[in-house]
C-alpha cells in the first residue's frame, strides 16, 4: 500500500448560499435526488442504512451506506463500501458558515481498503467528487 492512498480525499467548495439550503441538499431525500445519486429512501439519522447503484463505462456498483454521524447543518457522515467487494470507508460532509455563503468539505477516508481496480482508484473518486461537489452540487444551491 503506498503512503499517499491512505490520506483521505479532501475537496472543499464555498458556494453563494446559507447553510441551510445546502444542508437541505445533502439530507432531504428529495431534494438529494435532484443533483446526487437516485436513493430510495434517505434520513439523516445515525444508523440509517441506505444504498444506491453507482455506473461506470457500463458497470454498475451498488454502494451499501450506514450514516455514522449527524450534526445538524454542520456533519453528515456515512459509511461507503460496494456490495460484492472488499473494503470500507467513510464519507464526511462539513458544513461551515462563512456570512451568506458556507464552505463545504468533503472527506472521503478508507479508498486504500478497496481492491486495486480501475473504478475504486483515488484518481476516479478525485474525479468524481470534484465534479458532485465543484459543479452539481454548486449548480444546485447557487
Known sequence: MKIEQTVPLVVERTYHALVGKVWQA???????KQWYFDIAT??????FEFE??????GVKFRHLCKVTAVEHEQKLA???????YPGNSI??????????????????EGLET???LKDFRRENFATGWNEIIGNILRAYVE
Do not use: C
Open 26 to 32: 445533502i439530507t432531504d431525500n428529495a431534494k438529494m
Open 42 to 47: 434517505f434520513e439523516a439519522v445515525v444508523g
Open 52 to 57: 444506491f447503484y453507482g455506473e461506470n463505462e
Open 78 to 84: 456515512y459509511s461507503w463500501r460496494y456490495d460484492g
Open 91 to 108: 464519507v464526511t460532509f462539513e458544513l461551515l458558515p462563512e456570512g451568506d455563503q458556507t464552505k463545504i468539505k468533503l472527506t472521503h
Open 114 to 116: 478497496f481492491p486495486d
